[in-house]
């Protein structure tokens, strides 16, 4: 089970940390990822991390960052310079493609979601 945390409302160019902690699984055993979805639109990557390191939508490089500790079982989701259009429901996600996926098929656990909203 996976439990994300952290959204809230924050104004253009502000900064959001996101986090995700799970329970009844192993990090380290997967990959993790981060996906948003606005409203109306589908549920897009973000960014991942596995064995093969990170990877970034280009929409959020260079903005956003990712990062795991095995040890507590989280994942975070270090967010700078934020944009209108990074509004959207955030989640975290786990997959047992250890050298990382973008594809939201590919996740096998789910977090429940959390808000960010940025206003211009």
């Known amino acids: 089970q996976l439990q994300a945390s952290g959204g809230g409302l924050v104004q253009a160019g502000g900064s959001l940390r996101l986090s995700c902690a799970a329970s009844?699984?192993?990090?380290?055993?997967?990959?993790v990822g981060w996906f948003r979805q606005a409203p109306g639109k589908e549920r897009d990557f973000v960014a991942r991390n596995s064995r093969s390191g990170t990877y970034y939508a280009d929409s959020v490089k260079g903005r956003f960052a990712i990062s795991r500790d095995n040890a507590k079982n989280t994942v975070s989701l270090q967010m700078n310079s934020l944009k209108p259009e990074d509004t959207a429901v955030y989640y975290c996600?786990?997959?047992?493609?250890?050298?990382?996926?973008?594809?939201?098929?590919?996740?096998?656990?789910w977090g429940q979601g959390t808000q960010v909203t940025v206003s211009s």
């Open positions: 996600a786990a997959s047992r493609i250890l050298y990382g996926t973008i594809y939201k098929g590919d996740y096998d656990y």
């Open positions: 009844g699984l192993t990090f380290s055993s997967y990959s």
